[in-house]
């Protein structure tokens, strides 16, 4: 150790230093290229500003561009990326949006009236519709693609009290059990609804709000069910003065055209007011693919089905489906698979397909 120990000397003075000793002792040596770091000092040293080093001159990186060399430790700005805006939700032109309303059920109302219920799909209720949808399905479904093409569905009466919203409400919700199967329940008949009965707190607007244009969009008159997914509903809407004109108008021909040609997976079921009660069921059966006419026992002579069927005779599919049947040896056909042990416990709404 010495007395007079050495002062540490800065960059700048070393440097300096180094300098000097170079210049007493003459040595003449090849130019040696400062560092960065010496380069630093020296502008410190003079009170100039200091400039980063230029990068080296690009070069093809694999053919696949110019590749820029960034010294080691540097600090590398990176642009953060701007966030991907999320796709937008599904959603059709002209204002055909996926339902995003909901109504449930009235079980108890389905279940006085001897009804399909969707907790109940062995019943032998259950199981007459499941043949009358399949003998529809056949007619529905292109052969080749298996699409919705026939699927403007139309169920009318001779008179009331036939058992026609009844028929319709159990056939939307036996086609809604089929799997892949998409299904529209319509109350058309705009001047006695009552499809809306078997709903809880159904909402008062629907299609006759939706034809008269105080609704736009018919994403606000389509009602998604939560007991039965695949099941939307439109009800009948406010009633006006011309609602019985609003069925039988241009706008509910172009309607039914978007509605049936919007999925290729939907079926429409459409409740309508009785033949003989009102004209406009003749007008709308001209809309329709196929057309289910309700004919109960007792009720309709075979002059007013005749009378029925000349009205309706626009529509190329008319299927005939018997309702009120008389109970005929049932236990013979009903007991296969339990069915027997389900019946609902209203027997005399029992309907039976006829072609």
């Known amino acids: ?63 696949q561009g110019p590749a820029t060399s960034v010294p080691q430790n540097a600090a590398v700005a990176v642009t953060p990326m701007p966030a991907r805006a999320p796709a937008p939700e599904r959603s059709d032109d002209a204002g055909f949006s996926p339902a995003t309303k909901e109504v449930r059920l009235d079980f108890r109302v389905l279940r006085q009236n001897g009804m399909i219920t969707p907790d109940n799909l062995s ?66 008949d705009v001047i006695r609804p009552s499809v809306g009965n078997v709903f809880v707190s159904p909402p008062s607007d629907g299609l006759t709000d939706l034809l008269s244009g105080k609704v736009k969009l018919v994403s606000d008159v389509l009602h998604r069910c939560t007991d039965v997914p695949n099941l939307s509903v439109i009800f009948a809407g406010n009633p006006r003065k011309n609602s019985p004109e609003l069925i039988s108008s241009g706008q509910m021909a172009n309607l039914c055209r978007e509605l049936s040609m919007r999925y290729p997976d939907r079926v429409i079921v459409l409740d309508t007011p009785p033949v003989l009660a009102v004209p406009e069921p003749a007008i709308l059966a001209t809309y329709v693919h196929q057309l289910i006419m309700v004919v109960s026992a007792a009720q309709s002579d075979r002059h007013q089905l005749r009378k029925s069927l000349e009205a309706v005779s626009a529509c190329q599919n008319v299927c005939l489906l018997f309702n009120k049947a008389p109970r005929w040896n049932e236990a013979e056909y009903y007991s296969y698979y339990g069915y027997g042990y389900n019946t609902p416990s209203a027997p005399a709404d029992s309907p039976a397909p006829q072609s």
């Open 1 to 63: 150790m010495t007395d007079n120990p050495r002062e540490p000397l800065n960059l700048v003075e070393r440097m300096a230093k180094r300098m000097a000793a170079e210049a007493a002792q003459g040595v003449s040596a090849q130019p040696v290229t400062p560092s960065f770091a010496e380069r630093v000092a020296q502008k410190v040293a003079a009170g100039t500003a200091v400039t980063p080093p230029a990068p080296q001159d690009a070069v093809m990186k694999n053919g």
């Open 123 to 188: 019943s032998a209720l259950s199981n007459e519709f499941r043949a009358i949808k399949r003998k529809l399905l056949q007619k529905v479904r292109d052969p080749k693609t298996r699409t919705a093409v026939n699927n403007l569905i139309m169920v009318t009466s001779s008179l009331p009290g036939e058992g026609k919203t009844f028929s319709s409400v159990n056939l939307a919700l036996s086609l809604a059990a089929e799997r892949g199967l998409r299904v529209l329940l319509i109350d058309a």
